[in-house]
């Protein structure tokens, strides 16, 4: 067959570019957004491994790297694996993302259980209500701590409807997935740090700079937090009511 014959073909049927495609499937990529901040938000826990005292190897290097993660195990007194040798521990990241706004919360964590990412969810629930957003729906993948009756118990508590994933389809959480990308970027791998600790205290500004000062591409190079602020402006102004103007006054005074 001619290939201007299948090009024409794969314009008609708008998959004429591998960026809008699945690359893995082949299908036409659906993106979908809903309408307003709460409507839905995604959860996941993503890790990474701790920074020894003395930085890792991603910035000294694979030998000084590993007698720093020595030196740490040393110091600590923490355990080893089998061939002896020396474990730091994960960072367990639960970071949980508004589908409409991108609005991003996340805390670290020393596990991934139900009961701990019930309490993540809590206080996300929390978090989002300070800034006057109902969390409605939450999506998660097929992980043990979201299959938990902790979990199922705690949606129904908080009055939300826990929705999954197919499995083996991260498209379907594919926000959150992007998020994961960007935070090891911005945060987790941006730059030299000394230890675990000096790495944890940066979370906070940085999830700071993503929600109030980093263009986001999907909402028109706005930062998150500016769709928040437009439906809370456009909520506190229906709640006032129609405005009225006031009445002019006649030239030449009153009557």
Known sequence: MPASTVHAVLVRCRINRLAWIDRVTGEPLRRYEHDHPGSLIHVDVTKFGNIPDGGGHRY?????????????????????????????????????????????????????????AVGVLERAVAWFAERGVNVERVLSDNG???????????????????????????????????????????????????????????LPGWLHFYNHHRPHSAIGNQPPITRLTNSLDITASRGRGPRRRAPRARRGGSR
């Open 144 to 202: 043990s701590a979201y299959r938990s009756h902790a979990w199922r118990d705690a949606c129904n508590q908080l009055g939300i409807t826990h929705k999954r994933t197919r499995p083996y389809r991260p498209q379907t959480n594919g926000k959150i997935e992007r998020f994961h990308r960007t935070l090891g970027d911005g945060w987790a791998y941006a730059r030299f740090y000394a230890s675990e600790t000096e790495r944890r205290a940066a």
């Open 60 to 116: 000294v290097g694979r030998q000084q790297g590993d007698r720093n993660r020595i030196a740490t195990t040393e110091r600590t007194g923490g355990p080893r694996n089998r061939w002896h040798n020396p474990l730091i521990g994960r960072a367990y990241v639960h970071t949980v993302i508004d589908d409409h706004s991108r609005l991003a919360y996340a805390e670290i964590c020393s596990d991934e259980k139900g009961t701990t």
